[in-house]
């Protein structure tokens, strides 16, 4: 079945960029999704289809997907964004869906 | 505005059955694939189950398929999930989310609140 990894954390500084990945086999090929999940909320979408974003959600939330990586980037950071945020692919060919393990974005 | 209401969880025994409901309103409910999410304590979102906006097409992942059926009312607005031989690795939040079309999900644009599953003796 197909696999998607990212990696546990990420650290930034308020105002910067944060970047966090998405990895697997041509993942290229296939829609990613992005959620951010507070503690003790509901996941949130916040892109669709590799790059784009849900009503209401800030601009400064952006995605990119190409080869075998997918990407979010939070331009100018808040202490608001600190969060898990999960990847999740939909395989078109099964019809299946995969989350990725999710990483903690830190804000300090 | 569109929500998602789960209830049914609990805590039942190893071995033992549930059945979730997922009430939704705000939306044409059959015109949407819905699917089951579920988060095991302090760990991350593994996706269960999905049902087209018909009731025709579902699909389930390796982990749960041949102990769980999920199904649809939609004369009333509700999804549900009927949990067989459950085991302790199944205690988790499970959420019904709610997909952007009638017969896949590329991704989930609402979700419910979420209802604990304890599988314990």
């Known amino acids: 079945s197909f696999e998607v990894t990212q990696p546990p954390s990420v650290s930034v500084s308020p105002g910067q960029t944060a970047s966090i990945t998405c990895s697997g086999d041509?993942?290229?090929?296939?829609?990613v999704s992005w959620y951010q999940q507070k503690p003790r909320q509901s996941p949130l979408l916040v892109i669709y289809q590799d790059d784009t974003r849900p009503s209401g959600i800030p601009e400064r939330f952006s995605g990119s997907n190409s080869g075998s990586t997918a990407t979010l980037t939070i331009s100018g950071t808040q202490a608001l964004d600190e969060a898990t945020y999960y990847c999740?692919?939909?395989?078109?060919?099964?019809?299946?869906?995969?989350f990725g393990g999710g990483t903690r974005l830190t804000v300090l | 505005e569109v929500q998602l209401l789960e209830s049914g969880g609990g805590l039942v025994q190893p071995g033992g059955s549930l059945r979730l409901s997922c009430a939704a309103s705000g939306l044409a409910f059959s015109s949407y694939a819905i699917s089951w999410v579920r988060q095991a304590p302090g760990k991350g979102l593994e996706w269960v189950s999905l049902i087209s906006g018909s009731g025709g097409g579902t699909k389930y992942a390796d982990s749960v398929k041949g102990r769980f059926t999920i199904s649809r009312d939609n004369s009333k607005n509700t999804l549900f999930l009927q949990m067989n031989s459950l085991r302790a690795d199944d205690t988790a939040v499970y959420y019904c989310a709610k997909g952007r079309y009638s017969e896949a999900s590329d991704a989930f644009d609402v979700w419910g609140q979420g209802t604990l599953v304890t599988v314990s003796s």
């Open positions: 999740q692919v939909w395989d078109s060919s099964t019809a299946l869906v995969v």
């Open positions: 041509e993942l290229g090929h296939n829609y």
